[in-house]
């Protein structure tokens, strides 16, 4: 196995953890990875891995498959409970078809058969990072979005859900038993607070507010 990854790097901000309990693949592991991130902790026992103090969620996590009396899998789950927002990649020396299906249908967003290239590491954890400042992005989009319909009253609630079905204003009179002026009222009272001009991106808003992540 090669030391290190070759071509331009750009440091990782943040902690990467890495868990394998075989000695030598940790600290060749570790080597490649210093090469990569700001801070890099590594540990042979799950445990510690899982309970050691960090001051923010982990920029990445690299989880060894096959442990002394642990499945890697069940540590990925107990990580996405505890870092959510930490993406994780899978290394094995028996990397079968059914272990990769299984840990990507559990959200890891690599896996990587031992022995491990570097390069083949540092693409993976800057293709992971990628993802999770991409999720990150619609994440915050996501609460902007709720912070702009936490402002509304109950009745420009109203008008913005059922313009968000294509609802005429003449048919959300009827329905609130309103007069059009007083809908119109509502909406452009709802446009101001939503910070828009129009229907199509209140509802972009409206729908962004409660998209199911």
């Known amino acids: ?62 989880v060894d498959w096959q442990l002394r009396g642990r499945d890697g899998l069940e540590v990925i789950a107990r990580c996405q409970q505890q870092w959510p927002d930490s993406p994780v990649i899978l290394i094995s020396g028996h990397a079968t078809v059914p272990v990769a299906v299984t840990a990507m249908r559990q959200g890891v967003c690599g896996v ?9 590491l540092v693409r993976e954890i800057q ?24 402002k509304l009253n109950p009745p420009e609630l109203t008008v913005l859900k059922l313009l968000a079905t294509g609802t ?24 101001d607070k939503l910070g828009v001009d129009s229907a199509a991106e209140a509802t972009r808003i409206w729908v962004l507010a409660n998209l199911e992540r």
């Open 127 to 150: 293709a992971a990072l990628s993802q999770s400042r991409s999720r990150s992005q619609a994440h915050e989009q996501q609460r902007a979005a709720r912070r702009f319909i936490a």
């Open 1 to 62: 196995m090669d030391d290190a990854a070759t071509g331009p790097r750009e440091l990782v901000a943040g902690e990467i953890r890495i868990l394998d309990d075989e000695p030598d693949v940790l600290a060749y592991l570790l080597r490649v990875v210093r090469d990569q991130a700001t801070s890099v902790r590594g540990f042979e026992d799950p445990d510690e891995f899982l309970s050691a103090p960090t001051d923010a969620q982990p920029a990445c996590l690299v």
């Open 112 to 120: 990587l058969e031992k022995p491990v290239r570097p390069a083949d």
């Open 168 to 191: 005429p204003n003449k048919n959300i009179a009827g329905q609130l038993k309103v007069a059009m002026r007083t809908v119109e009222k509502y909406r452009r009272s709802m446009f």
